[in-house]
C-alpha cells in the first residue's frame, strides 16, 4: 500500500453489491512520472472504508497508464464477494480486466 496520490489525473465512481450491501467505490489514477528510462504511474481504489494505492511501471507514460488501468479492472473483479458491478448505469466497470475483454470489463 502506497501514500495517498498528489496529483491525480483522472477518476471513476462505480458501485457493486459488497455482502449485501450497495457499495461506492472510486478509483483513482495518478499522472503517470518520468524516472529514468521508465514512467511510475499511481493508481488506488477505495471500497467500504478502505484505500489501497499502488504503483506500476511502465515503458512510457502511456503504457503505464495502460498497465495501472487494467490492473483496477482486474483488482475490482477479484474483490472477494463483491458483484454487480455498475458504471454510468451500465452494467460493468468500463475498465479492462481481462484480454477477452479489453475495454468494459465483463467477465468471461
Known sequence: MGEIMKEVIASRI?????????????????????????????Y?????????????IGSDSVH???LAMFMVGSALQSIQGASNWSWNGEPHTGLPSSLDHPILGLRS
Request: glycine share 6%; net charge negative.
Open 44 to 56: 488506488e481504489i477505495l471500497i467500504a472504508g478502505n484505500s489501497e494505492a499502488y504503483q506500476i
Open 14 to 42: 462505480l458501485y457493486c453489491q459488497l455482502e449485501g450491501k450497495r457499495e461506492e467505490v472510486v478509483v483513482r489514477f495518478g499522472i503517470p512520472l518520468q524516472e529514468n528510462e521508465y514512467s511510475i504511474c499511481e
Open 64 to 66: 503505464a497508464l495502460q
